[in-house]
């Protein structure tokens, strides 16, 4: 089984309000939106495969395209974002409730800002700034916020051009992911599933592997350390799994 990763951004409109000044500390109540906020589009696109596929919103309504999004998402064993799991996810979550469209389910989140924070410590954790110091490119310029007031006002080459961007940040998703990806921790167990034991590599369910470094903790627990000879990747795994690894290799008449 073929683990499905799917990369995916969102771009949204803001709230349209009532308010009586303007400035950086306004407090306006939710009584004060005219018009709420929506998704614009979703972007997608499958790891391994060269398209990426855009949905738009309907003159301003965001139902049709969450429902298509919706079915596709649900063929993913993982969906990678950035700041996904606060943002991206949330959104879509909130959309979906709103038109009482089931949700999506059975999927593990990659969220690259979550991994770049906590395993690394970079002058900015903004995908912009990582595929620029990765030398893997750059998200494209919108020209600002007048990019997302001629989208709301029913420019269609605005809301092409918010598209192409949105686009862009999905093939630099990708390619950040693609780099930091031996640097952070597996979130689907590649070998398990497709049928492997626990032993086998996480990554890419190979059964080459064999044990480079026992260690304990400090409440006396075996784990091995292991390292796949098809990729190279180091990982970690029990003591019981790697006893398991041992009958595997008994029963397959393999030496120890």
């Not at 991206?88 to 038109?99: E, F």
């Not at 009958?247 to 393999?254: A, D, I, T």
């Amino acid at each position: 089984m073929k683990n499905k990763r799917l990369y995916f951004d969102i771009e949204t409109s803001p709230n349209v309000v009532y308010s009586w000044r303007v400035g950086r500390r306004i407090n306006l109540d939710y009584n004060n939106i005219v018009k709420e906020r929506a998704i614009i589009c979703i972007c997608y696109k499958w790891e391994d495969k060269d398209e990426v596929h855009s949905l738009k919103w309907d003159n301003g309504c965001d139902k049709k395209m969450l429902k298509k999004f919706v079915k596709v998402a649900d063929k993913a064993t993982e969906i990678v974002g950035h700041n996904s799991d606060r943002f991206d996810i949330k959104w879509v979550r909130g959309r979906l409730l709103y038109h009482r469209i089931p949700d999506i389910v059975n999927f593990t989140s990659i969220d690259t800002l979550k991994d770049a924070r906590s395993r690394f410590l970079l002058n900015s954790n903004r995908l912009d700034y990582i595929g620029q110091y990765l030398g893997v490119g750059e998200k494209m310029e919108t020209g600002g916020f007048q990019l997302w007031v001629d989208v709301m006002e029913g420019d269609d080459d605005a809301l092409q051009r918010m598209i192409d961007y949105c686009k862009q940040d999905v093939l630099l998703l990708e390619k950040v992911y693609k780099e930091i990806e031996d640097y952070t921790k597996v979130k689907s167990h590649l070998g398990v599933l497709n049928g492997g034991g626990k032993w086998s590599c996480p990554r890419c369910s190979s059964n080459n592997v064999k044990c480079n470094k026992t260690r304990t903790t400090r409440t006396g627990i075996i784990r091995r350390e292991m390292l796949c000879h098809d990729c190279k990747r180091n990982y970690t795994i029990s003591n019981k799994s790697y006893m398991d690894f041992i009958q595997w290799k008994l029963r397959n008449g393999q030496r120890i």
